[in-house]
């Protein structure tokens, strides 16, 4: 296009304004990005799970344990393969920064129950049978040079025992890159026989009866002074997002606003900008551009200098992320944090957008201007 | 030589809220092809509302304005630019080049308009800077080059797409007395050279003097002035 070098030159006009707006429009579109793609990560709500688990837990919360009992009535449930109670213990390696989503199970439930962890049955075996044995990902492993047969100690976090584990297995789970596996025994003896759980996982034979299902765990349970409350897995994770407050409904506030923010500032600016150049204006009309053509030149110069800007936030996040361990920095509640496609195309066409609504009423003003006045300079 | 713009008994009335301004009482006039006409007057008079009429920047309120042939008063906005940027050559007292862009570039601006490629545009763009003298600054900006040649490189940009006429308004008035008589000197030889037809508005009488003809705006009425062909007496 001839004109490009009209506009880029235009652009950089005012070097210092154009290097504080592309500062600015970075700084928000890489904050929009951040919060837009967490949402996204919540939406997904990506568990690499099976697809055919429920999970069960207390109707009041997750602090409420159920009692073990409970198991074998829900194995008894119509349509129910298999289950698996389960205690979310949680702790850290060495330092309170490196969070580990440490679980206790029913050491002969992990294969039948949660075959997506991808373990060799010979170190499954070797974990059935040590009382103080782990199942680590291959990420920990890797991070922390974890071998089969080391011994690792795990700090506490909500129970009083640092667990002391023998590593014998090592998992290959495509999501749930901090987690460890240890047996349920061990944890019940190390808080003396509790004899309750916090959760209830069971695995159905045909996905479809999953509704029916729940219901009729759930009716078990109603009178019970543990009533109960049962959910996919992937109502299980978005429960889990809500209870730490509507994030949802905040980042997107912050992000809108953000974005209104951020609409206005360019809208002064290009005013100003705009302003500044209307005997110009009308120089390049008495010369015989056209009204349209002076509407798009200026719609596309702002356009491109608030894509720019936007391009270098998203850019600037999607390279961040990846060379940050956000899953580490947020106790594994961000595990594979990325900037998804989608947040970078809606960030894209939002940065564009920035441009042409705060960039529209001067560039419509300017392809109105006769170039009598603008000549006159009486705008 | 054969007339190259009709004014035809045209008024201009600007409409301030309630009031009414006249500014040209019925005026008509003739450019031949190949005039170098100056206009003078007094502030006010209307001087730049004519040179705007002529130049299709601007609409009478009533009477006809032809050049070449083409009854432009009667032109839309639209047709009335592309019009523009096929005849007209525009030359203004603060120069008004494009700070942002070089000499070259722009002196290239009209030609953006025109299907000429971009190896053209530049040649042709480097011709009219060699024209004004200007060859050896295609590289500057606006604010690395002294008034005298700003406004060459205005003129630069006013010929290159070679239009039929030339206006200029008050082109020396923000010159000093060596760049203002440099500027002239150049006007002249394109009005000679090139027989590009000129209408510069002035108040300087020396400049009055460059021009074949002078016309006096008074209260919106036309006299014909007492210079004229007078060139070789200041020269002298
Ligand atoms: N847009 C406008 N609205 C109202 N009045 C106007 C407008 N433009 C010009 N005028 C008036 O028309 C008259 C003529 O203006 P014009 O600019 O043509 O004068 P001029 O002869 O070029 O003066 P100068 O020598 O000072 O440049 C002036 O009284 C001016 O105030
Ligand atoms: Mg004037």
Known sequence: ?379 | MDTLVTIDNIRKVYKRDAFEVPVLNGISLEVERGDFLALMGPSGSGKTTLLNLIAGIDRPTSGRIVVDGKEISKFNETALATWRARHIGFIFQMYNLIPVLTALENVELPLLLTKFSKKERRERARTALNIVDLGDRVGHYPRQLSGGQEQRVAIARAIVTDPSILVADEPTGDLDAKNAEETLELLRRLNEEFEKTIVMVTHDPKAALRAKRTLHLEKGLLAEGQYGHAVEEVAG
Not at chain 1, 195 to 222: C, H, N, Y
């Open chain 1, 1 to 379: 296009m001839k004109f490009a070098n009209l506009i880029f030159r235009n652009i950089f006009r005012n070097k210092l304004r154009a290097f504080m707006t592309l500062l600015l429009l970075a700084a928000i579109f890489f904050l929009v990005a951040t919060l837009l793609a967490i949402n996204a990560a919540f939406e997904r709500n990506d568990t690499g799970g099976t697809g055919d688990r429920l999970v069960t837990q207390s109707a009041f919360s997750l602090a409420n344990m159920l009692p073990f009992a409970y198991e074998e009535k829900i194995r008894r449930v119509p349509g129910v393969v298999d289950t698996a109670k389960t205690q979310w213990i949680g702790g850290y390696y060495k330092d309170t920064r490196n969070n580990v989503a440490l679980m206790a199970i029913d050491p002969n439930k992990v294969e039948s129950v949660f075959p997506d962890y991808k373990i060799p049955p010979a170190e499954l075996a070797a974990f059935e049978a040590d009382r103080t044995g782990a199942i680590v990902s291959q990420e920990l492993a890797k991070r922390w040079g974890w071998k089969i047969g080391d011994r690792i100690t795990i700090k506490r976090q909500i129970f009083p025992f640092d667990p002391q584990l023998t590593v014998r297995a090592i998992h290959h789970h495509p999501v749930q890159k901090s987690a460890i596996w240890l047996q349920m025994p061990y944890f019940q003896e190390s808080i003396g026989n509790f004899g309750r759980s916090d959760m209830i996982w069971l695995k159905v034979a045909k996905t479809d009866d999953m509704p029916r299902i729940s219901q009729e765990i759930d009716a078990l349970f109603k009178n019970s002074n543990d009533p109960t409350e049962t959910y996919t897995e992937k109502e299980f994770t978005r429960q889990f997002v809500s209870m730490m407050g509507n994030v949802k409904v905040l980042f997107m506030s912050v992000s809108i606003s953000s974005i209104a923010m951020i609409v206005l500032l360019a809208a002064i600016t290009m005013s100003m900008s705009a302003r500044e150049r209307v005997t110009e204006v009308a120089v390049l009309k008495a010369i015989g551009f056209q009204p349209r053509l002076i509407l798009t030149l200026m719609l596309t110069e702002f356009a491109s200098l608030t894509l720019l800007g936007g391009l270098i936030g998203i850019g600037g996040a999607v390279l961040f992320y990846q060379s940050v361990d956000a899953g580490a920095a947020t106790q594994g509640l961000l595990e594979n944090f990325r900037i998804d496609p989608q947040t970078t195309t809606i960030c894209v066409v939002l940065a564009a957008l920035v441009g042409i609504i705060a960039g529209g009423l001067p560039s419509i003003r300017a392809s109105r201007l006769t170039v009598v006045d603008g000549l006159r300079r009486v705008v």
